[in-house]
């Protein structure tokens, strides 16, 4: 092979890693919701709970974080994601939330949830679940506390809105956690409420 056949093959090969390393992606980042409920020192609950399953509305029901730009505008963030399920992430952090405010291991979520044998079972319905880049997050959640026999104890509304300490998705889950964590109060206060009566 002649110089100037090498010196075109340099070129073609330093082109072609140009391309390859201007096409790769940046990486994906992953997220989890985590329980962040003060421990209560009220007395222990002698109650078991399980947490049913968390509806979340369709459009956040996917891997990516979905940021709001306005009223009728998201973004979906194809690199940074979820590790988990939305619904059974959420499940997952009440129950543990709601195990640290009412003093006992006995709340569970997910499949162990169909086979226990609890007092109460909490149904929640997110009706809202927004990530604002830069500002903070908001949830609203319809919920429902039954009895093991189907009958409703205590029911309510909760519209949480948690400011983002920071920049990025990192600082949007931990809102969210916070923003659990309030709603998983409200959700023991109304069991201790029930258990009470």
């Not at 949830?139 to 983002?164: H, T």
Request: net charge positive; proline share 6%; hydrophobic share 50%.
């Amino acid at each position: 092979m002649n110089r100037r056949s090498l010196g075109g093959l340099r070129v073609v090969l330093a082109l072609g890693a140009a391309i390859v390393t201007g096409c790769a992606s940046p990486p994906a980042h992953f997220y989890t919701l985590s329980s962040t409920a003060a421990v209560d020192h009220a007395e222990p609950a002698t109650f078991a709970v399980a947490v049913d399953g968390v509806s979340i509305p369709a459009a956040v029901d996917r891997p990516q974080f979905v940021i709001r730009r306005t009223a009728n505008e998201v973004s979906i963030d194809e690199f940074n994601r979820w590790a988990a399920p939305l619904g059974p992430a959420i499940a997952r952090v009440v129950a543990a939330n709601l195990g640290a405010l009412l003093g006992t291991p006995r709340v569970v979520s997910g499949p162990l949830a169909a086979g226990f044998d609890p007092a109460y079972r909490i149904g929640i319905d997110v009706q809202r679940f927004d990530s604002l880049a830069g500002e903070g997050v908001a949830i609203d959640a319809v919920w429902v506390v039954r009895k093991a026999a189907g009958q409703v104890v205590a029911s309510g509304r909760s519209s949480l809105g948690e400011p983002a300490h920071g920049d990025g998705c990192a600082a949007l889950a931990a809102a969210h956690s916070r923003a659990i964590a309030r709603l998983s109060e409200q959700l023991a206060a109304a069991l201790r409420g029930a258990a009470g009566r």
